[in-house]
């Protein structure tokens, strides 16, 4: 993970948007990983990439 910014003040859920160098399956690997150490409302629900996308 190179970048992250989350939004979530004033709104029912948070919204983060994260930048990488690496594929989008390494990514979907670290949500993976983060999500196994964060209790149910903390952790990431869905998750999309721009990659390769214009």
């Known amino acids: 993970m190179e970048h ?3 939004v979530g003040e004033q709104r029912p ?3 983060a948007l994260l930048w ?3 594929p989008a399956d390494t990514l ?6 983060m999500n196994q150490a964060l ?3 903390e952790q990431v629900s869905k ?3 721009t990659a ?3």
Request: hydrophobic share 30%; with cysteine.
């Open 13 to 15: 859920y948070c919204t």
């Open 52 to 54: 390769g996308k214009s």
């Open 28 to 33: 979907a690997a670290s949500i993976e990983n």
């Open 39 to 41: 209790s149910h409302p």
């Open 4 to 6: 992250a910014v989350l």
């Open 47 to 49: 998750a999309s990439s």
């Open 20 to 22: 990488t160098n690496g």
